[in-house]
């Protein structure tokens, strides 16, 4: 049985939950998890023991790793979705591609999908939606009161004057040691700035590979970036040492952060707990 992993407060509204009402009825593993926060909050609302599968975004808490891998959720397959035979897919926004959506719905399961988030009232109703889906409604609550007030705690303690905040450069990937960052409309924009920082980056949206110019005006103080290798992330020493990067505030700093990209962009049940430690290291350059 998964049991939810209680962070940042949760271990208070994990106790309420299970005093709030009986334990659900085991009617087996019938539901299939897609994208990590969703994942994580059906494991918060007490029902990790109804996950018959997930996909590969789903890495929280640890114990969901042991469940079935239906895949990556933006390259589904209907095959392998249906292989494991839910009756209930619950998705986060995103999930595809379409053509393998329309063929899981003609095969006539349920599914439910959680639009994306990127403020604190968007993860409240996350929590809403997948509480209904899972007949739970009480327990999501419970859960949104705790998460809402550790996320409003979270983001006061985070407060900076304006002349104080420093500007984080989101780094998604360095392929090719060419940088591609983040914009105004993510979830790293809007997680640097519950934070207490300033994106470097606002005059596009989305993602975009920059130009060494480009960085340069944009004049870090801090780079961010998922705590993932590959491609996708070079050493700090391999960072630092691009052209792009060595002339700015952050490489003179040497200040890099690097954070688990679940914890950090998934706007889930830990979203508080990414806010707090992205704020501490921005500025006290602990975590």
């Given at each position: 049985?998964i049991r939810?992993a ?6 208070a509204?994990f ?14 593993a ?5 994208g ?8 918060a609302l007490g029902q ?5 599968a997930?996909d590969?975004t789903s890495?929280?808490?640890?114990e969901?790793?042991e469940?079935p891998d239906v895949g990556?959720?933006?390259?589904l397959?209907?095959e392998?979705v249906?292989?494991?035979d839910?009756?209930l ?6 999930a ?12 006539d ?7 994306d988030?990127?403020?604190?009232d ?5 929590i809403?939606?997948?509480?209904d889906?899972l007949g739970?409604p ?12 550790a ?7 985070a ?6 905040k ?6 998604l990937?360095?392929?090719g040691g ?11 924009d ?6 207490g920082?300033?994106?470097a ?12 110019e480009?960085?340069?005006l ?5 780079i961010?970036m ?13 960072l630092l040492?691009?052209?792009?990067v060595a ?7 040497a200040?890099?952060?690097r954070?688990n ?12 707990e990414?806010?707090t430690?992205?704020s ?8």
């Amino acid at each position: 049985m998964i049991r939810p992993a209680p962070t940042l407060g949760l271990a208070a509204i994990f106790a309420a939950l299970i005093g709030a009402s009986p334990a659900p009825a085991d009617t087996g593993a019938d539901v299939l998890s897609i994208g990590g926060a969703v994942t994580e909050i059906i494991v918060a609302l007490g029902q990790g023991h109804r996950l018959k599968a997930r996909d590969t975004t789903s890495s929280y808490p640890p114990e969901v790793t042991e469940l079935p891998d239906v895949g990556y959720m933006r390259a589904l397959s209907p095959e392998g979705v249906l292989s494991v035979d839910p009756s209930l897919i619950i998705t986060g926004e995103g999930a595809g591609p379409p053509e393998a959506l329309e063929v899981i719905r003609a095969a006539d399961v349920a599914l439910v999908e959680v639009p994306d988030a990127r403020d604190a009232d968007g993860i409240l109703r996350k929590i809403e939606i997948i509480g209904d889906a899972l007949g739970v409604p009480e327990r999501a609550d419970l859960l949104q009161a705790d998460v809402g007030a550790a996320l409003a705690e979270a983001t006061r303690a985070a407060e900076r004057p304006e002349a104080d905040k420093k500007r984080v450069l989101f780094i998604l990937s360095t392929q090719g040691g060419r940088i591609t960052a983040s914009g105004a409309g993510t979830e790293a924009d809007a997680v640097i700035r519950m934070a207490g920082g300033v994106n470097a980056v606002t005059d596009f949206e989305g993602y975009r590979q920059l130009t060494d110019e480009a960085v340069g005006l944009a004049a870090p103080d801090v780079i961010l970036m998922m705590d993932r290798g590959g491609d996708h992330g070079k050493s700090d020493a391999e960072l630092l040492a691009l052209p792009a990067v060595a002339l700015t505030p952050a490489a003179e700093r040497a200040s890099i952060v690097r954070m688990n990209g679940l914890l950090l962009l998934g706007f889930g049940p830990r979203t508080a707990e990414a806010v707090t430690r992205l704020s501490r290291a921005i500025y006290d350059g602990g975590s």
